[in-house]
C-alpha cells in the first residue's frame, strides 16, 4: 500500500505560480513512478506531468510544456510540480498519482495508476 498526500494548492492570478508537493509513504521502494492529473469542473480528468522513478525521466501534457516542471526526491519519497505562468484554464483540482509495482507505465494514462491522491484545488483568476 502507498499512501499519497497532496499539498500546495491555492488561489493564483494569472501569470502566478504555484507549487505542488505530494508525500508517498507505505511501500515507497515499489514506486515505478509518478504523475499529476488534474480535472477540472465537468471536464474528465486529464494528465499533466509524471516522472518515472529510477531514471526521472519526465512526461508532459502539450497544455503545460514549458510551464510546468516536474521533479522528485527519491530520498524523501516526495514529487513536486512547479507550475509557472498559470492560465485560467490551469484552474483545476490537481491529483497526485502513483504506480507501484507495474510491469509498463504509460505515463498519461491515469488506468496505469494505482494509487491516488485527494486532490488539491488550484484556482487562476484572470
Known amino acids: 500500500q502507498v499512501q499519497l498526500v497532496e499539498s500546495g494548492g491555492g488561489l493564483v492570478q494569472a501569470g502566478g505560480s504555484l507549487r505542488l508537493s505530494c508525500a508517498a509513504s507505505?511501500?515507497?521502494?515499489?514506486?515505478?513512478?509518478m504523475g499529476w492529473f488534474r480535472q477540472a469542473p465537468g471536464k474528465e480528468r486529464e494528465f499533466a506531468a509524471a516522472?518515472?522513478?529510477?531514471?526521472?525521466?519526465?512526461y508532459y501534457a502539450d497544455s503545460v510544456k514549458g510551464r510546468f516542471t516536474i521533479s522528485r526526491d527519491n530520498a524523501e519519497a516526495t514529487v513536486t510540480l512547479h507550475m509557472n505562468s498559470l492560465k485560467p484554464e490551469d484552474a483545476a483540482v490537481y491529483y497526485c498519482?502513483?504506480?507501484?509495482?507495474?510491469?509498463?507505465?504509460?505515463?498519461?494514462?491515469?488506468?496505469?495508476?494505482?494509487?491516488w491522491g485527494q486532490g488539491t484545488q488550484v484556482t487562476v483568476s484572470s
Open positions: 498519482a502513483a504506480a507501484v509495482r507495474r510491469r509498463t507505465v504509460i505515463p498519461g494514462n491515469p488506468g496505469d495508476y494505482n494509487y
Open positions: 507505505g511501500r515507497t521502494f515499489s514506486l515505478d513512478a
Open positions: 516522472i518515472s522513478w529510477s531514471y526521472g525521466s519526465t
